[in-house]
């Protein structure tokens, strides 16, 4: 079927698509991606930015003169006004009042994550309670926890939806005994299957007496998070995820008691308001000021604050409509395909209907005898289309190993030789020869710029491996 065809076809089943808008969208603010010829499908590795975004950051650079903050000279002031403008942006476009939440800027969001995890006061007998479903920038904390001597438990996510079993995360919030401090950490959205799982288990965890870690880096850039509305503890996020630009900055927005329960393990530059070499002591600064180690991304900073005012102007609902729309057209699609003797050409991994679940999709394609074809040549070859899709395991390695049936043997075979570090790659090779299982993923995401000719560049070339071989390819 050609472009238009399916393209009316896709608009007689969305109304509400508005393709005026997105064609609008896409020849003001990202030419780039027509001129050059290029399918974007990786908006989970990395937002992209408008050309207006650039433009507007490089004309404030150019019309001001801009020192370090943390002093009262004017250059440093004017510094100063655009950190805390950057500041008083995410908040209000969280929908997070001041009163309630603080935001502390982070390089990215696993800088946000580590902020959380290295001064969270785990002890003997608290709990890390974590779903299988996390990036290991959150399963990462599990090393802090441990250390300190706190119990963790893993919740896991169950075949074929990836999704979590709503008893099994009840009984481990039940067992948190008085007294013992508790951080529960999931994602919002899967980066790996883009499930979303349920938000009202924030509030079940604290009145259970847990600190919530949502995890909200891959949910962000496509859905609405409402802090009035939800009240998680701890907020990572990356914001070249939601918007492009600038890629060196990341927030931990957090609730301000939770924060103040934190003890960080050492200070810096400008998280002390006092220290003292001849007393050997110090005072740390309240709030985010403690936590900001150094000197903040003072110059990139701004570009925030005009990135939250793009994703305004474009209106994140829009996106969500828009995302949902072009990603359930395409599990549609892709759930149909068929080699000629019958057999199906893609196996998706999570949920294969747009019902609680986000525009992250992960699967692989499968020859007509069932075998499944290399991911890795499967990206090469997008690749030489420009299309560009993501391979591996994400960073999830529990979502990619309940997805495969990998069991703690299976990955043990990986670990046998600590002196003689295992690359992803071994791994996959490992695993796939010691058992026969193909570990290997392809993931596509859709963001803010995605169109319908792109979904439908990507169907045509993915249909192109119809009755072809695993071992032609
Ligand atoms: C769900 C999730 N959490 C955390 C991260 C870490 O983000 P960053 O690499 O920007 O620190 C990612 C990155 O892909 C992610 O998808």
Redesign the pocket.
């Known amino acids: 079927m050609d472009l238009q065809t399916a393209l009316a076809d896709f608009l007689a089943a969305h109304p509400g698509y508005d393709a005026a808008a997105i064609a609008g969208l896409r020849s003001r603010e990202f030419a780039r991606l027509e001129d050059l010829g290029h399918v974007y499908l990786d908006y989970?590795?990395g937002g992209l930015y408008g050309a207006s975004q650039v433009r507007l950051h490089r004309e404030l650079l150019d019309s001001g003169v801009f020192g370090n903050p943390h002093s009262h000279n004017p250059t440093s002031l004017a510094a100063t006004a655009l950190v805390e403008r950057a500041r008083e942006s995410v908040l209000r476009f969280f929908n997070a009042d001041p009163d309630e939440y603080d935001v502390v800027f982070t390089p990215?969001?696993?800088?946000a994550l580590k902020l959380v995890g290295e001064a969270y006061p785990f002890g003997r007998g608290d709990h890390f309670l974590v779903s299988y479903d996390n990036?290991n920038?959150?399963n990462g904390i599990r090393e802090f926890a441990l250390r300190a001597g706190a119990e963790v438990t893993y919740v896991p996510v169950r075949n074929p939806d990836l999704r979590l079993d709503a008893d099994l995360i009840g009984a481990g919030l039940r067992s948190l005994a008085p007294g013992q401090h508790g951080l529960f950490a999931y994602?919002a959205q899967s980066?790996f299957s883009g499930v979303q799982h349920p938000l009202c288990w924030i509030e079940t965890a604290r009145g259970l007496g847990w600190d919530v870690l949502l995890?909200c880096?891959?949910f962000a850039p496509t859905n609405r998070l409402d802090l009035g509305a939800v009240h998680p503890d701890f907020v990572?996020l990356?914001f070249y995820?939601m918007f492009g630009y600038p890629t060196g900055a990341?927030a931990l927005i957090a609730r301000r008691e939770a924060l103040a329960k934190l003890c960080r393990p050492w200070f810096a530059g400008g998280t002390i308001t006092l220290a003292s070499v001849a007393a050997g002591t110090h005072m740390l600064a309240p709030g985010h000021a403690g936590f900001e180690d150094g000197t903040v991304d003072y110059l990139g900073l701004p570009a925030v604050t005009i990135g939250i005012k793009h994703l305004d102007a474009v209106g994140i609902d829009a996106v969500h409509e828009r995302v949902s729309a072009l990603a359930g057209w395409l599990l549609d699609q892709m759930s149909a395909w068929r080699h000629s003797n019958g057999s199906p050409m893609v196996r998706i991994f999570g949920p294969s209907v747009m019902d609680r679940r986000g525009s992250t999709i992960a699967f692989y394609l499968l020859d007509p005898e069932g075998d499944v074809i290399d991911v890795y040549r499967f990206e090469s070859l997008a690749g030489q289309q420009r299309i560009s899709v993501r391979t591996g395991c994400f960073?999830n390695p529990g979502d990619g190993e309940v997805a495969h049936g990998i069991n703690a043997e299976d990955m043990s075979r990986c670990f046998r030789t600590p002196e003689v570090p295992v690359t992803l790659v071994d791994c996959q090779r490992l695993i796939e020869d010691s058992t026969g299982k193909v570990p290997n993923t392809v993931r596509i995401s859709l963001g803010i710029a995605s169109d319908f000719a792109d979904v439908w560049r990507f169907a045509e070339f993915a249909q192109g491996f119809r009755d072809i071989r695993a071992s032609e390819v």
């Open positions: 989970t590795g990215n969001a696993s800088g990036h920038s959150v994602p980066n995890d880096a891959a990572p990356s995820k990341g960073c």
